[in-house]
């Protein structure tokens, strides 16, 4: 069974402070890695990783996929208070139909 | 561009009462998902489809039925609710669902709005 699990649960932080988010999986025959921002309501996504593409950065957001310790690392930089959110990683393995493993979130609150 | 539409946004219900909850896509999305978040779970899959016409159990299906009705939508039934099935219901969509194809930049998920279930 494909497995997810994500550190720290939550975190407090001020303004302008750099956080780092981790995800470790087990899962058969990986795929891809997805991190999504999930504020009230749906989670959005933010970066997919994979073999062929093990880092992405957007703006502030950067993510790196290390295959050999089967984790990621998600990092915010220069944090704002907009970046207060559920931050889901989930990986999609290639036994299964698209179907992704969520693990259970990091609740980042950034304080002005 | 509604992207994934969910109804209802709120329902409660008593124990023993049923009901649909409903999902469309206008992506032309292969795949369709439900799931539900409870807090400190992170999400977790009730039922998917990987086709039209095919459904499978995920992670959590007990007390839940599905039907992908067509290519864009795929509801979840509670037969029975139960104080256990309060939860926050997320239907979402990816476009890829086939055994073999190569991870590529629209193998993520598009979610809906969710549904804030309460079953007293």
């Known amino acids: 069974e494909d497995k997810v699990v994500q550190s720290p649960l939550s975190l407090v932080v001020h303004e302008g402070d750099t956080v780092t988010l981790n995800c470790s999986y087990e899962?058969?025959?990986?795929?891809?890695l997805l991190w999504y921002k999930q504020e009230k309501k749906a989670p959005t996504f933010l970066f997919m990783l994979?073999?062929?593409?093990i880092e992405k950065k957007s703006g502030r957001l950067s993510s790196i996929l290390d295959k050999k310790e089967l984790s990621s690392i998600l990092n915010i930089t220069a944090t704002q208070t907009g970046d207060s959110a559920i931050y889901l990683c989930?990986?999609?393995?290639?036994?299964?139909?698209?179907?992704?493993?969520f693990g259970q979130g990091t609740i980042l609150t950034v304080h002005p | 561009n509604a992207g994934v539409t969910q109804t209802p946004k709120f329902q409660v219900l008593k124990t023993g009462q049923s009901m649909t909850l409903q999902c469309a896509q206008d992506?032309?999305?292969?795949?369709m998902y439900w799931y539900r978040q409870d807090p400190g779970m992170g999400l977790r899959l009730i039922y998917y489809?990987?086709?039209?016409?095919?459904?499978d159990k995920g992670e959590v299906p007990n007390g839940y039925n599905v039907s992908r009705l067509n290519k864009r939508e795929f509801s979840l039934r509670l037969e029975s609710a139960a104080p256990s099935q309060t939860s926050v219901y997320f239907c979402?969509?990816?476009?890829?669902?086939?055994?073999?194809?190569?991870?590529?930049?629209?193998?993520?998920?598009?979610f809906g709005s969710g549904t804030r279930l309460t079953v007293v």
């Open positions: 992506m032309n999305h292969n795949s």
């Open positions: 489809s990987a086709s039209e016409g095919t459904t």
């Open positions: 979402a969509s990816s476009p890829r669902g086939g055994r073999g194809q190569k991870a590529s930049g629209s193998d993520w998920c598009t």
């Open positions: 994979t073999s062929s593409g």
């Open positions: 989930a990986v999609k393995g290639g036994t299964s139909y698209g179907k992704l493993t």
């Open positions: 899962v058969t025959n990986f795929r891809s």
